[in-house]
């Protein structure tokens, strides 16, 4: 008898394993989504097999800051998750899981420039340090030198 797997999962989009042993920790996660546009970072709590998005961010809010760059860079990543943690520490969380789905994991992505936002963000997360983009990738050395400096001034607005 040939077994019938769930729609999702037939679909590629959700792998239930890993699902259940993220919902098991009862932390809540922050899931990173990156579209053509833009990158997109929730905040998600699961209760009874449900999941209830506490806060969001799209890296189109950047522009209330002054970013005038790309909205889905390295970069605008870093800042993007710099902006969910301020969002987080002031909800009152200090812990999440870190969620990204069915993404595939590259070293020094875009969804790691995400994660190191939030890190400097002061929110505490199990992570491997390797896969975290360099800080020349993360300030847009590589765009523009001067992006650097942009950078941080947004970076001070978003954190004040």
């Given amino acids: 008898m040939k077994r019938i797997f769930f729609r999702r999962r037939r679909e590629g989009k959700t792998d239930y394993k890993s699902r259940r042993n993220l919902l ?28 209830f998005i506490i806060s969001g961010v799209n890296s189109k809010e950047l522009s209330e800051f002054g970013w005038k760059g790309s909205f889905k860079n390295t970069p ?11 969002k987080a520490t002031e909800k009152g969380i200090s812990e999440m899981i870190f ?5 595939r994991t590259t070293k020094g992505s875009k969804i790691y420039a995400c994660l190191k936002g939030i890190i400097d963000a002061g929110i ?22 001067k992006l650097s400096e942009d950078i941080k001034k947004i970076k001070e607005k978003i954190l004040k």
């Avoid at 992570?127 to 523009?144: Q, V």
Wanted: hydrophobic share 35%; aromatic share 4%.
């Fill in 99 to 103: 969620d990204i789905g069915m993404q």
């Fill in 124 to 145: 505490s997360m199990n992570h491997g340090k390797e896969m975290i983009p360099g800080e020349e990738r993360i300030l847009g050395k590589h765009i523009n030198e």
């Fill in 76 to 86: 605008a990543s870093y800042l993007t998750g710099i902006m969910i943690g301020k």
């Fill in 24 to 51: 098991m920790s009862g932390k809540p996660r922050i899931v990173i989504r990156v579209s053509n546009k833009y990158i997109t970072a929730q905040i998600v709590e699961s209760k009874e097999a449900q999941d």
